[in-house]
């Protein structure tokens, strides 16, 4: 029993380095075995440890109800330790502890399904937990958790404070890795407020951080962020060059596919912009990485992107095909801001095609599910309901909320019938790596050779790619 124990301890130790590390995937492999000695009610906390090593893994990939499943069984698992400890006080306070962080990822998971008041609670209970135990790295972890929670809230200047907390703590464990990803996650802030110079300072600390550990995957994840913040200060020249060599280091590294995924989703938004014909084909290229690398809220983030390009280019039925298809996505990753998003590009291509009863109801289903976390909404949804026809309107008044979405998604349907039948796609596969792959791939050829100037109109609604719910922090976050 204690040589299992021993290894055990040994996975434990490798899975929790190497998820603090640049490729924090790699860390499953580690704590699947520990979970293969963790067996027997003696060794509950480990159990415990593993299954929550395993939950945030399954984090990082948008697993979500692999992750809410593997965390509930970790805490019951430190629940059952803390019951059957009895006077061992050094099993308890280490199932103690080992629940606090598994609270601190349940919130995380609360946070992705819109329980954003409830994530914000428990995690302010576990960072006064964390810090009466004087644990620094559950603390980071914690305080980037309620970052994230800010940022839903529409708080970034709390997003700041608990970023810049975290910050505190990386500096005392001399984690460069994480400091690199922590003030990447700052300039993201920076700049979803338009605080160019801050966002710049804080990409530049990446930067020399990543230069000094001479490693190019993180080298070429600054990059991508360096290029971002050029593009927006309108210095295009620059943010091109940071784009290709963020691609060259990334490449040269062999590494992530969903590191490569970003720096192209950057660089095809860019391309976009200064209206260039191949702008669709790396978005494409983009959304295809994202898929490879098992990166489910990355492609969600791309696909909405990629329905705008569609949008911009007037291929307003693959605007409303690419935007059923990041609904179907963001569905299990983020059921009210992201479905929110993808529900508003929607009811965009539909009002340029003219389905007029589809856009009422889509508008007014978008503002029941987002509209306490996008404002906007609920000015569409009042645009297009008072200019309806009354029995329209008191029609699906009459509907369930839950029947007004089904309404929706026959109106969809009925429209994507033609364009998915010739893919040979189902319209309730959409949310499939292989149907995306379809879809994506024959818009790409559809889109005319000749692009508009802009990918982005200014939105009806208030709603803009600097929103953080729009583009959110994946790429360079082990969360």
């Known amino acids: 029993m204690d040589e299992r124990l021993d290894a055990g301890r040994r996975h434990l130790h490798s899975g929790r380095r190497t998820l603090v590390g640049p490729r924090p995937r790699e860390s499953r492999s580690h704590f699947e075995a520990a979970l293969r000695q963790y067996r027997g009610p003696e060794l509950l906390v480990g159990e415990g440890d593993a299954l929550r090593g395993l939950a945030e893994v399954d984090l990082i990939e948008g697993a979500v109800p692999e992750a809410e499943a593997r965390i509930t ?22 199932a103690i502890v080992g ?18 008041n409830d994530a914000e609670t428990a995690l302010e209970e576990a960072d006064r937990t964390l810090a009466r135990i004087g644990d620094v790295r559950g603390q980071v972890d914690a305080q980037l958790a309620l970052a994230r929670c800010a940022l839903a809230g529409a708080s970034p200047s709390d997003a700041e404070v608990a970023i810049r907390k975290a910050l505190a703590g990386l500096e ?14 700052l300039g993201e802030v920076s700049r979803a407020e338009r605080r160019l110079d801050a966002a710049n300072e804080a990409t530049e600390r990446a930067m020399s951080l990543a230069t000094e550990l001479s490693d190019p995957d993180l080298l070429g994840r600054a990059l991508t962020a360096r290029g971002t913040v050029r593009a927006l200060q309108g210095r295009d020249e620059e943010a091109a060059q940071a784009f290709d060599e963020a691609l060259a280091h990334l490449s040269a590294a062999n590494a992530p596919e969903d590191a490569l995924g970003f720096a192209r989703l950057a660089r095809g938004e860019l391309w976009a912009q200064q209206g260039q014909a191949n702008a669709t084909s790396e978005l494409v290229a983009a959304v295809t990485a994202l898929i490879q690398a098992s990166h489910r809220q990355g492609t969600a983030v791309a696909l909405l992107k990629l ?31 992201g479905v929110g998003l993808a529900l508003r590009l929607q009811v965009k291509a539909l009002a340029d095609l ?12 978008r503002a029941e ?70 879809l994506v791939n024959a818009m790409s050829t559809a889109t005319p050779n000749t692009p508009p100037e802009r990918l982005k109109r200014p939105g009806a609604d208030g709603d803009s790619p600097s929103d953080p719910s729009y583009s959110p922090p994946y790429f360079f976050s082990r969360r």
Do not use: C, M
């Not at 629940?99 to 954003?116: D, F, K, M, N, Y």
């Not at 003219?354 to 289903?365: E, I, M, N």
């Open 369 to 438: 599910r987002s509209g306490h976390a996008q404002p906007g909404a609920h000015q569409v949804d009042d645009h297009y309901r008072s200019r309806a026809p009354k029995a329209l309107v008191d029609e699906l008044s009459a509907l369930s909320p839950s029947a007004r979405v089904t309404r929706a998604n026959q109106h969809v349907s009925t429209i994507l019938e033609p364009l998915l039948s010739s893919l040979g796609v189902g319209f309730d596969r959409l949310g499939t790596a292989s149907a995306t792959l379809a």
């Open 172 to 185: 005392r464990l001399d984690d460069k890795v994480g400091l690199i990803q922590a003030w990447l996650f």
């Open 73 to 94: 069984s970790a805490i019951a698992r430190y629940d059952e330790a803390i019951e059957a400890a009895g006077d061992d006080w050094a099993i308890h306070q280490a």
């Open 354 to 365: 003219k389905q007029w009863p589809a856009v009422v109801t889509l508008a007014w289903v």
């Open 99 to 116: 629940r606090t962080h598994a609270r601190v990822v349940e919130a995380q998971l609360w946070l992705r399904t819109g329980r954003r």
């Open 307 to 337: 329905a705008d390009r569609a949008h911009a280019t007037g291929l307003f039925v693959y605007a409303l095909a690419v935007g059923e298809a990041a609904r179907q996505w963001w569905r299990p990753l983020d059921p009210v801001r």
